[in-house]
């Protein structure tokens, strides 16, 4: 019990659930962006591979960080672009053409990273992100060491849940956005374009969930590997129904899943040779599926999510 107790009062605890959140955060936001617009971005988990791949690469050969990090933000709104464009212009099944862009994605990342490192069982590394002390905050104690002491990454995610709160709740875009989820001919009758929120949306969550993918290559590693992502993307996508679609709970969600995780790793630690380690890797998921099963009972879908839509249809 004691074990227990130290483990959840140690600041470095505290500091790696933020840091495992990170990625999670990024992702989650943008598949919330996406479906609050009514689509559904089964797009992610390759993603965030590719935005993985193309952050580190584009350091590797001479960009800064926060260029590689807007590099592969690009890169993932053009794979949402993509997919926006088979799902909304063309009205095509959501879940083949998200799972596709998945596979391309991933496919594609391997492709480029065995050209660029052929044979090197090691891959090259970069400078990664370097933690950054916030004057005045970083010597509290506990609270300093365990929160203001992240990466600049790690407070970009935070300040964006916070930002997209404000947008999609209190701003004229952020109702486009949830009138175009719900009732996108509504939204039509408004003077508002469902065609082109859904495109906005879609290539801005991306975007997002490119720089997720980034901040696992530039930030928590140096490197890239191809199952770096390890189905955090599908993660991400059970977060959004954890979350009921509010940014808010979102960044609630994506923390406690980093919880999870965090703790079962200095678990596997202190009792080491007592539990089988596979049950302590399995303890993150099992437990996030029950969070699900609860909260999924009182979460409300955006109504129009996954219905393509025609102008002048109903």
């Not at 998200?98 to 090197?120: C, E, K, Q």
């Not at 933690?131 to 929160?147: D, H």
């Not at 109702?175 to 001919?185: F, Q």
Request: hydrophobic share 55%.
């Amino acid at each position: 019990m004691m074990q227990l107790f130290d483990i959840i009062a140690s600041a470095g605890l505290w500091a790696a659930i933020l840091r495992i959140a990170t990625p999670l955060i990024f992702g989650t936001l943008g598949a919330l962006l996406c479906e609050r617009a009514g689509v559904l971005n089964l797009g992610i988990e390759g993603i965030m591979t590719i935005g993985a791949m193309i952050g580190w690469l584009s350091v590797y050969h001479g960009a800064d960080l926060w260029a590689g990090l807007l590099i592969a933000a690009v890169v993932g709104g053009v794979f949402g672009l993509l997919h926006a464009g088979l799902t909304v212009s063309l009205g095509l099944s959501q879940h083949v053409s998200g799972l596709g862009v998945t596979l391309f994605a991933s496919s594609f990342s391997y492709y480029v990273f065995r050209l660029i490192v052929p044979l090197a069982n090691t891959p090259p590394t970069v400078v990664p992100f370097q933690p950054i002390a916030i004057p005045g905050l970083s010597t509290l104690p506990f609270i300093g060491p365990a929160f203001f002491t992240q990466t600049a990454p790690t407070y970009l995610a935070i300040a964006i849940a916070l930002l997209m709160a404000y947008i999609i709740f209190r701003t004229p875009v952020g109702l486009a956005i949830r009138m175009t989820g719900e009732n996108p001919h509504a939204a039509e009758a408004q003077g508002v374009n469902p065609m082109k929120v859904r495109y906005g949306a879609v290539v801005s969550g991306s975007a997002l969930m490119g720089m997720g993918g980034a901040f696992l290559t530039l930030s928590a590693f140096n490197s890239f590997f191809p199952t770096m992502v390890q189905g955090r993307g599908w993660i991400c996508i059970a977060l959004v129904v954890f979350a009921s679609w509010r940014p808010g709970r979102a960044l609630f969600g994506a923390l406690l899943f980093a919880f999870f995780d965090a703790f079962q790793l200095r678990l596997q630690t202190a009792l080491s040779g007592l539990v089988p380690y596979q049950l302590f890797l399995m303890t993150p998921y099992i437990l996030s599926i029950a969070a699900l099963a609860v909260m999924a009972r009182r979460a409300r879908v955006p109504q129009a999510l996954m219905q393509p839509y025609r102008r002048g249809e109903r």
